[in-house]
């Protein structure tokens, strides 16, 4: 079975840098794309970022462009996001998401795709 582990988040001033881990155990790491989802009270979950099963991909919504970096190392079974100039509205629980992939170089955005999530990770930026 596999299973899913977050690590990280926490309180932020705006302006400042957290990371996110997602560890992947009970099957192999690089048959999966990988993807950060996040929700904000009140709202949706929604698509953050995602990578490709080879790493060579990756995709982002439009609001953190620039801001947020996705990684992985299939090495190390894990999926990174580095949050970089966060902002009040990046404040949510935040999802690591892994999904069967059979070409290399693909990566999703919508939730369907995915077929295994870890539990969230509440990130806070304060103003």
């Known amino acids: 079975q596999v299973r899913l582990v977050v690590s990280g988040g926490g309180l932020v001033q705006a302006g400042g840098a957290l990371s996110l881990s997602c560890a992947l155990s009970?099957?192999?790491?690089?048959?999966?794309?990988m993807g950060w989802f996040r929700q904000a009270p009140g709202k949706e979950r929604e698509f953050v970022a995602a990578?490709?099963?080879?790493?060579?991909?990756?995709g982002y919504t439009d609001s953190v462009k620039g801001r947020f970096t996705i990684s992985r190392d299939n090495a190390k079974n894990t999926a990174n996001l580095q949050m970089d100039s966060l902002k009040p509205e990046d404040t949510a629980v935040y999802y690591c998401?892994?999904?069967?992939?059979?070409?290399?170089?693909?990566?999703?955005?919508?939730?369907?795709?995915?077929?295994?999530w870890g539990q969230g990770t509440q990130v806070t930026v304060s103003s």
């Open positions: 998401a892994a999904g069967r992939s059979i070409f290399g170089r693909t990566y999703y955005s919508r939730q369907s795709e995915y077929d295994f």
């Open positions: 009970g099957h192999t790491f690089s048959n999966y794309a």
């Open positions: 990578i490709s099963r080879d790493g060579d991909n990756t």
